[in-house]
């Protein structure tokens, strides 16, 4: 298998510290602590010198984004072994500089970001954490394995960092579980078995389609309809719940299950940043006052959660900004019936950390796949491994 680079790197400084060709093949992933918050810009400059005599082969800034400096086909100078960078991606990740020498969160996620990106290109399905340096050393990786391994074996170092180094299980976990995101797909949402009859308000369930076999719009699946006949498994829905949105089009009744008028939030999970959510009837803002009918009719994407205050700002058609906070008691998270499965129909897809083209890019899919959707928002996906979201438009419906 060809070694190739990350497609998440978005800033490159090839370092000189390097010894050239690996001579083994890559099944060990190394985390580093770098002891400063420190930019990939600043990273590259550290390592520039040939005087340094120290590289890696990439570095997490402070703000996420990743560096490149040297390339993961050559062995970098950075683990104090070379039995060990041989066979390892190295990466040093912005921490505080003082000890446990902690990342903060956007670093750790980036971490574990390129991790899922680094077993991917090279064959690998697991990553494993073995927390002993000599059962870690005599351990052979089977083909589609990876292992992480730590500088403090190989030195009289702290590295990565007891802060880090309590975190590697879940490392390892968190990228395992997303590596087998396509291997274990969610059980599909199913309608209910009950007679749907003219008047009920119902839902679609995932992978709804037209009574003629017509896909049906991500944003037609994520509100209540009106059922306004029904004719044997034929349905015609008209009018939403909200009053607007009128489709005709009939549906087969096995894709209908009565909604009941429930309220579009059905989970208890917390309201969060780039959440879409309706506002509650009797809602006021979080200083007081009540919030305008108008504001009550919309749906909005939540800018920040402070607690129980949330700032909402856009409404989901593009207008009408507004960015009074209101308690998160009054908000309701609107969205399709999830879990499902999406195909990626395009070779390479953006995964990005909020729903919305101008979000930060975290990673890439590349050569389709399949992969499980948990939230929608505003035709946005949140991938189940929390890579973050794609846009749903590059995908179909399986």
């Not at 570095?59 to 060990?84: F, H, K, L, P, Q």
């Not at 954490?129 to 000599?134: E, N, T």
């Not at 009939?250 to 059905?266: D, E, I, M, R, S």
Request: glycine share 10%; charged share 20%; proline share 5%.
């Amino acid at each position: 298998m060809a070694i190739t680079n990350s497609p998440l790197v978005s800033y490159t400084k090839l370092s000189p510290n390097h010894s050239g060709k690996r001579t083994h093949a890559i099944d060990r992933i190394t985390p580093h602590c770098v002891v400063g918050q420190c930019s990939v810009e600043t990273l590259g400059n550290i390592f520039l010198p040939a005087s340094r005599q120290a590289s890696c082969n990439y570095g997490i800034g402070v703000d996420g984004r990743v560096g490149m400096y040297v390339e993961e086909c050559n062995r970098s100078w950075c683990t104090s072994s070379n039995a060990n960078d041989q066979r390892a991606v190295t990466i040093e990740c912005a921490s505080d500089n003082t000890a446990p020498y902690a990342f903060k969160g956007v670093v750790y996620q980036a971490l574990i970001n390129l991790c899922i990106d680094i077993c991917k290109r090279n064959g690998k399905t697991k990553l494993l954490w073995l927390d002993d340096r000599a059962k870690t050393l005599a351990y052979e990786p089977q083909a589609d394995e990876m292992v992480l391994t730590v500088h403090r074996w190989f030195a009289n170092k702290s590295c990565p960092g007891d802060w880090m180094y309590a975190r590697m299980g879940d490392l390892a976990a968190k990228v395992t579980a997303a590596l087998g995101e396509e291997e274990t797909p969610a059980e599909p949402v199913k309608p209910s078995t009950g007679e749907i009859r003219a008047g009920d308000t119902v839902r679609l369930a995932a992978g709804a389609t037209y009574y003629n076999g017509d896909a049906i719009p991500s944003w037609v699946v994520a509100k209540e309809w009106i059922v306004r006949e029904v004719s044997g498994d034929r349905a015609v829905i008209d009018a939403s719940a909200d009053g607007k949105n009128h489709i005709c089009s009939p549906v087969n009744v096995k894709f209908l299950y009565a909604a009941g008028g429930a309220p579009a939030q059905t989970d208890t999970t917390p309201i969060k940043a780039g959440d879409t959510v309706s506002v509650a009837d009797d809602a006021t803002y979080y200083g007081g006052g009540a919030v305008p009918d108008w504001v009550r009719k919309k749906q909005w994407v939540v800018l920040e959660v402070d607690g129980d205050r949330a700032v909402i700002d856009k409404s989901v058609d593009g207008a009408n900004s507004i960015c009074s906070p209101i308690n998160t008691k009054y908000l309701h998270r609107v969205g399709a019936v999830c879990p499902y499965l999406v195909k990626v129909t395009v070779d390479a897809l953006n995964i990005r950390s909020a729903p919305g083209a101008n979000s930060p890019i975290t990673g890439c899919i590349r050569g389709g796949g399949v992969f499980t959707i948990v939230a929608e928002s505003a035709g946005w996906g949140k991938l189940k491994s929390g890579a973050g979201w794609i846009s749903l438009d590059y995908t179909a419906k399986v």
